[in-house]
Every structure is written in C-alpha cells, then in structure tokens.
C-alpha cells in the first residue's frame, strides 16, 4: 500500500482529491475494483461485482466533479452493500438458499439514498444467512476470511474453505 493507493484512502481523502482533481471517482473505483480482483479469491467478502455498473456511474461522478457540480460530498465514492439490502440490478440472496438468485428491481432505502447522493456500487458483500450471526459464513458463498491472515474468519475463528460443499436435500 502506498500513499497514492486510492483503494486503500478514506472518503475525505478521496473528496479532497476530487475536488482538486488531483484523482478522479474513475481512477478510485478502478484502484477500488483492482483491490477486489486481487484479493476477493482468498478472502471471499464479495459475492457479486458489477464492474461494469461501477465503471459507468464513475465515469458520470467524474464528469461531475469536472464541472464543479458533485451531488454531494459522497459523490463518487466506491461503496458496497451487505447482500441483505436491495439494490437494482443486483441480486439479494441474504445469503440463503432459501432466497432466489434474480436481480432486484429496485433499491432499498440506504441503497437509494447512497445512490442518489453519487456513491458508485461496487457490488454486494457477504453475510451470514439473514444476518442472524456474527461469523460471516453461509451455504451459499461460503465464509468470508481475515485479509490480515486468510487461516482466520474476520472473528478470529479458524477459517473453513471459501464454499460450503453442496448439502443434500433431504426429500
């Protein structure tokens, strides 16, 4: 990590980068989607990535921020959802097998507060099924892994593989 890593900078870094157009929201959410394509692999967190989407809101936030018209402070920042929430285009499986893997039409609330105020979704990140424990690992994406030592959970727990094996239905 250096100190020109825009994946790795807060968002007041990164609005004051903006706003002096020393970086653009394209090149954060490209440095944002680089991080994800080099680690997710062993860390799991995200369980769907709309590189594309991203890519093009950037390209809008930047267009903005270039005419001195950002909707708001947040305005081209890369964010991501827990796969709990809504958000359209993207699916909401609450980390379930129970739940359908369709794209949502719409966006929930946070969702579409974020996306108005100019935020640029990455994508959706792990959960544990319905969010109803604090181990982030379900039977559909697997656990998610420490990025400081991929042999632990996030809560310390020694680390399972990525997937889940197949579990049988019972009928």
């Not at 020109?4 to 706003?19: C, I, K, P, S, Y």
């Not at 991080?35 to 093009?56: C, K, L, P, S, T």
């Amino acid at each position: 990590m250096s100190d020109t890593d825009l994946g790795a900078m807060d968002a007041q870094t990164l609005r004051q980068l903006f706003e002096t157009r020393q970086a653009s929201p394209l090149e954060a959410t490209r440095d944002a989607l680089a991080r994800i394509d080099q680690f997710n692999e062993a860390v799991n967190a995200y369980v769907h990535v709309d590189a594309e989407g991203a890519e093009q809101a950037a390209k809008a936030s930047a267009r903005r921020w270039g005419q001195g018209k950002p909707l708001s402070p947040i305005d081209g920042m890369p964010v991501s959802m827990k796969d709990l929430t809504e958000v359209a285009g993207m699916p909401c499986r609450t980390g379930s097998l129970t739940s359908a893997d369709g794209l949502c039409d719409t966006d929930a609330p946070p969702a579409r507060m974020l996306r108005e105020a100019g935020a640029i979704f990455l994508g959706k990140t792990n959960t544990p099924e319905f969010d109803w424990k604090a181990v982030t690992a379900n039977r559909v994406f697997g656990a998610t892994n420490t990025p400081w030592d991929t042999h632990l959970t996030p809560v310390g727990h020694q680390a399972v593989p990525p997937r889940f094996p197949t579990v049988p239905n019972p009928s």
